[in-house]
Nanobody
Framework: QVQLEESGGGSVEAGGSLRLSCTIS????????MGWFRQAPAQGREGIVG???????DWADSVKGRFNLSRDGPKNTLYLQINNLKPEDTALYSC??????????????????????WGQGTRVTVSS
C-alpha cells in the first residue's frame, strides 16, 4: 500500500523558513511525478510545484524565488524549502503522487484531480 507522509510544518514568524518533507512508502514505489499543494483557510487547493524523476520541475508563479525543492532518493523523500515566509503562506501543505501507470497525467502538474496518492498534510502558520 502506497503512503505519503508529510512533516516539518509549524508556526513561524514572517521572514522565517521551514523545510517540509514528504516521505513515500514503500521505498520501491517510484511515482511518475509528484506535486506539492497547499490550501489556505476557506480557499481552494493551490498547486505549488510539480516534479518528475528526470529532474523536471515546474513552479507556480506565486511561489517562484522563495521555494526550493530537493530530493533524497535513497529515502524516497521530497523536501520543500520555504524561505522568507509570509502570512499568506499560511495553509495546509500536502504532497501527492501520480503512479507510473498514470504518467500521462503528469502533463498537468497543478491539476489536483490527476494525483492518485495524497498525504494528510502538514500545517504551516505564519504570523506577522
Amino acid at each position: 500500500q502506497v503512503q505519503l507522509e508529510e512533516s516539518g510544518g509549524g508556526s513561524v514568524e514572517a521572514g522565517g523558513s521551514l523545510r517540509l518533507s514528504c516521505t513515500i512508502s514503500p521505498l520501491t514505489f517510484a511515482p511518475a511525478c509528484m506535486g506539492w499543494f497547499r490550501q489556505a483557510p476557506a480557499q481552494g487547493r493551490e498547486g505549488i510545484v510539480g516534479f518528475e524523476s528526470d529532474g523536471t520541475i515546474d513552479w507556480a508563479d506565486s511561489v517562484k524565488g522563495r521555494f526550493n525543492l530537493s530530493r533524497d532518493g535513497p529515502k524516497n523523500t521530497l523536501y520543500l524549502q520555504i524561505n522568507n515566509l509570509k502570512p499568506e503562506d499560511t495553509a495546509l501543505y500536502s504532497c501527492a503522487a501520480v503512479p507510473p501507470w498514470q504518467a500521462h497525467f503528469c502533463r498537468e502538474y497543478f491539476a489536483a484531480r490527476h494525483y492518485h496518492y495524497w498525504g494528510q498534510g502538514t500545517r504551516v502558520t505564519v504570523s506577522s
